[in-house]
C-alpha cells in the first residue's frame, strides 16, 4: 500500500539558517507531492506543492525537492523565523488519488 | 474569502457517548473531506464527498462513524458509541473540484474520550 514516511520526527535549527525537512514515500506511481505546515491548535497549511515531473520548485524561502530515483522529497526553509516553528507534513498523492500524510517533522526556531 | 468553519473546537465525553462535530466549507467548494488526526501523527482520511454524494469512505469506521452532507454544503460527522482510541482532532478540509490537489483545512474538533 501507499505510506510516506518521514527520516527525522524532529528538528530544531538556529534562527537565520536554512531549514531541510525530509520525507521518504513508497509508491513510486504517485504523481504530486504537497507540504503542509501545521502550527499549534490549528488545520495544516498549504507551502508548496509538486509534480511528478519536476525536481524543483520555489517558493518565498521555501524550495521543494524531488528525487524520483530514491523516492525521496524534502522542503528547504530559508532564514528560518521563528513563525516557522510548526509541524511539517508531506503528503503523495498517488493511484487512489487521494491524499497520504506523513507523520510530520516538529520544526523548533531556536533564538 | 472565508475559510473552513468547524465547531465545537474542543469536546470532552465519556467512552459510549456519543459526538456531532460540525463543518461549514469555503463557499463554492464541491469537494469535502473528514480526516482524523491522533496526536503525533499525520491526518488519516475517513471519508471524502462531492457536493451530497460519498466519494470515499473506505476507512471509515461504519460500526461507529456516520457522516453526512445533504445539501451539498454543510457536513456533519457523528461517533456513536465512542470509544478511548477516537481521542483526536477531526479535521475538515474542501477543495474546489474532486481534482483539485490543495485542500483547504479547518482549525479542527479535538476531542477527548474519557
Known amino acids: 500500500g501507499e505510506s510516506v514516511g518521514l527520516h527525522l520526527p524532529t528538528l530544531s535549527v538556529q534562527e537565520g539558517d536554512n531549514s531541510i525537512i525530509n520525507c521518504a514515500y513508497s509508491n513510486s506511481a504517485s504523481d504530486y507531492f504537497i507540504w503542509y505546515k501545521q502550527e499549534s491548535g490549528k488545520g495544516p497549511q498549504f507551502i508548496i506543492d509538486i509534480r511528478s515531473n519536476m525536481d524543483k520548485r520555489q517558493g518565498q524561502r521555501v524550495t521543494v525537492l524531488l528525487n524520483k530515483t530514491v523516492k525521496h522529497l524534502s522542503l528547504q526553509i530559508a532564514a528560518t523565523q521563528p513563525g516557522d516553528s510548526a509541524v511539517y507534513f508531506c503528503?503523495?498523492?498517488?493511484?487512489?488519488?487521494?491524499?497520504?500524510f506523513g507523520s510530520g517533522t516538529q520544526l523548533t526556531v531556536l533564538p | 474569502e472565508a475559510g473552513v468553519a468547524q465547531s465545537p473546537r474542543y469536546k470532552i465525553i465519556e467512552k459510549r457517548q456519543s459526538v456531532a462535530f460540525w463543518c461549514n466549507p469555503i463557499?463554492?467548494?464541491?469537494?469535502l473531506y473528514w480526516y482524523q488526526q491522533i496526536l503525533g501523527q499525520g491526518p488519516k482520511l475517513l471519508i471524502q464527498?462531492?457536493?451530497?454524494?460519498?466519494?470515499?469512505d473506505s476507512q471509515l469506521p461504519k460500526d461507529r462513524f456516520s457522516a453526512e452532507r445533504l445539501k451539498g454544503v454543510d457536513s456533519t460527522l457523528k461517533i456513536q458509541p465512542a470509544k478511548l482510541e477516537d481521542s483526536a482532532v477531526y479535521l475538515c478540509?474542501?477543495?474546489?473540484?474532486?481534482?483539485?490537489?490543495?485542500?483547504?483545512f479547518g482549525a479542527g474538533s479535538r476531542l477527548t474520550v474519557l
Open positions: 463557499s463554492g467548494h464541491a469537494t
Open positions: 478540509a474542501t477543495a474546489s473540484t474532486s481534482g483539485a490537489n490543495v485542500l483547504t
Open positions: 503528503a503523495e498523492k498517488g493511484s487512489a488519488r487521494q491524499l497520504t
Open positions: 464527498f462531492q457536493n451530497n454524494g460519498v466519494v470515499d
